[in-house]
């Protein structure tokens, strides 16, 4: 019922920035957590991001600490992952994920490479 749509993904060059978006979709929900995952090609997904959304702590992978932000608005259903200063080993295919009732939910994913 739950709908999870990624978007905002691209090439980019290293160095450069991006903003993933999560649209939720399905009718009124509460929302236990919001993640971005991440897998490149021949690797498991890795969590990238988490937040709590009761109370808002937020969770971040070491290698994208200081360079990502996730956020969420809940006015407009939507989760964000703010992508500064991206490095070629950030190039995968992003995730989103929330935990509604127990229950994880999961996007198609976005494509995002970093390349010059």
């Known amino acids: 019922q739950v709908e999870l749509v990624e978007s905002g993904g691209g090439l980019v060059q290293p160095g450069g920035s991006l903003r993933l978006s999560c649209a939720a979709s399905?009718?009124?929900?509460?929302?236990?957590?919001l993640a971005w995952f991440r897998q490149a090609p021949g690797k498991e997904r890795a969590l990238v991001a988490a937040?709590?959304?009761?109370?808002?702590?937020?969770y971040y992978a070491d290698s994208v600490k200081g360079r990502f932000t996730i956020s969420g608005d809940n006015a407009k259903n939507t989760m964000y992952l703010q992508m500064n200063s991206l490095k070629p080993e950030d190039t995968a295919m992003y995730y989103c994920?929330?935990?509604?009732?127990?229950?994880?939910?999961w996007g198609r994913g976005t494509q995002v490479t970093v390349s010059s």
């Open positions: 994920n929330a935990v509604i009732r127990l229950y994880p939910y």
């Open positions: 399905g009718g009124t929900f509460t929302t236990q957590t």
């Open positions: 937040i709590m959304w009761s109370g808002g702590s937020t």
